[in-house]
């Protein structure tokens, strides 16, 4: 835990390198990171809140599903899934559209998780393995490993012990190259 007197101090780190960004949304993002990096996700939630009706006109939809997503990851700590699962859809759909691989397996492995917590499980191994596809289209290991191992998750929790041990092997496998 971060000690409460530099907290201040962190929440206002100024954004550095906008590349073609919007600088005050810059800054935002980084201070909800910190907001939520130390449990503040009420605050969070209220600037990512805000940065959401900087977008809501249409001037910049990219920024707009990345920004629900955020929200979507607060609104899931705090344990409003299904506001959070409506939040991932709506992002998730954006980045669909766009053909924008890495924004649609960051979006679909949190509707695979959030389907997950909400006990849907044949529907989050859906979504888990488009993050899966997603993920190896564009070779980021993390985001493999992430999906391999929620699938892996999946088929223990439905007593698929040997697709899930598959999954656990492989993500295993990916941890020693990361």
């Not at 599903?65 to 955020?70: E, H, I, K, V």
């Not at 493999?144 to 092997?169: D, F, H, K, P, T």
């Amino acid at each position: 835990m971060i000690p409460h007197r530099y907290i201040p101090r962190l929440l206002w780190v100024a954004a550095s390198n906008a590349k073609g960004g919007w600088y005050p949304y810059g800054v935002m993002l980084r201070k909800q990171s910190v907001l939520e990096l130390v449990g503040r996700w009420d605050e969070a939630e209220t600037m990512l809140g805000r940065a959401m009706t900087m977008f809501e006109d249409g001037t910049d939809l990219q920024k707009l599903a990345d920004t629900r997503n955020s929200l979507g990851v607060i609104l899931l700590k705090k344990g409003r899934l299904y506001e959070a699962l409506e939040l991932y859809r709506r992002a998730h759909d954006y980045h669909v559209a766009n053909n924008d691989p890495e924004g649609t397996a960051r979006t679909a492995g949190n509707i695979g998780m959030a389907l997950w917590m909400t006990g849907e499980r044949d529907q989050a191994v859906k979504y888990f393995r488009q993050a899966l596809e997603m993920s190896r289209a564009i070779g980021d290991l993390r985001y493999i490993s992430r999906a391999v191992g929620n699938i892996g998750n999946v088929c223990a929790m439905q007593g698929r012990w040997e697709e899930a041990e598959e999954n656990y092997l492989e993500k295993i496998k990916l941890a020693e190259q990361i």
